[in-house]
């Protein structure tokens, strides 16, 4: 649903050049909610400024719903005429709401199609709906002064739904937020991305807000993105720098003589006694060092830092006992080391 491939944005100002994007390659498929993650000075907004033309991209393309955005940008007034079209399908939130403060509620979501010259009758009916839609109705008549944080961000939403988008973009929708706001905005999100089939693109530098909402994510650095993919399948990756901070399971790694692994728990298995199987069938003391379980994406994920006494070439059978139970199994410490030099194919 969104492309982008080799997406670069250099910002040249009094003489002095910033990479905010360095090739960025991103793909959001249809239908998911997707997050981007990253410090400050990442390049997370102007990534999600570029995706919809608000900053022109110098170098790379970006596709929106099969359209080549780029390929419009760069020609013509008629091209402009498609580009401000093809622009109004892909709705934007913003993190401090951009209402206009002397419009009603109700006239802030109809700004848009005004824009799009759509009728008075069809754009109040329009507006109505969608506020409905957000849980405002009753607000139509308030001006944003009016609202608290989390209304006005309802209102920030519907507004970006009036040309009926396909994709929505926010960047940090919900920092500026309590964190029980918060959860009610994601979630108002997630259940528009179901209810309409939205393609929701969001930034955030909030990991909570990955695990609640989020079906695939990807983390940038430097203007570039370092990992991306589907949030189960990062759990599954070992070494994956965003499965450990979305789940920090902790515990120290550094003893020698024992075995130190990070075992990651889908669906099913997180509900069966995996580790007392475990320690029966060898007869080992295992010892928990840390553990973390939530539900991700809508399914519950655990994952758990165990130790094992002796070192890793003593530990291989149980190791792939666990394996065959279906866990992702991550070496940490002194075992990751041993298992380069013992080469059991370990996948
Ligand atoms: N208009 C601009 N002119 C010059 N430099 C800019 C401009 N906008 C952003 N930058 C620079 O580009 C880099 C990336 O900025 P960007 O705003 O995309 O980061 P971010 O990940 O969104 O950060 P934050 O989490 O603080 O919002 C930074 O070094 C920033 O200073
Ligand atoms: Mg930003």
New binding site residues.
Partial sequence: MITTSGLTKV?R?RGRE?T?LDGVDLHVREGEVYGVI??????????IRCVNLLERPTAGTVTVAGQDLTALAGRGPRAGRDLRAARSRIGMVFQHFNLVSSRTVQDNVELPLEILGTSGKERSRKALALLDLVGLADKAKSYPAQLSGGQKQRVGIARALAGDPKVLLSD?ATSALDPETTRSILQLLRDLNRQLGLTVLL?T?EMDVVKSVCDSAAL?ENGRIVESGTVSDLLATPGSELAAALFPVGGDASAEDRTVIDVTFHGDAATRPVISQLSRTYNIDISILGAAMDTVAGRQVGRMRIELPGRYEDNVVPIGFLREQGLQIELVGAAAEARVLVKDGAK
Wanted: aromatic share 6%.
């Fill in positions: 910002y100002s910033v905010a990253g410090q400050s000075g990442a390049g997370k907004s102007s990534l940090e930034i530098h940038m």
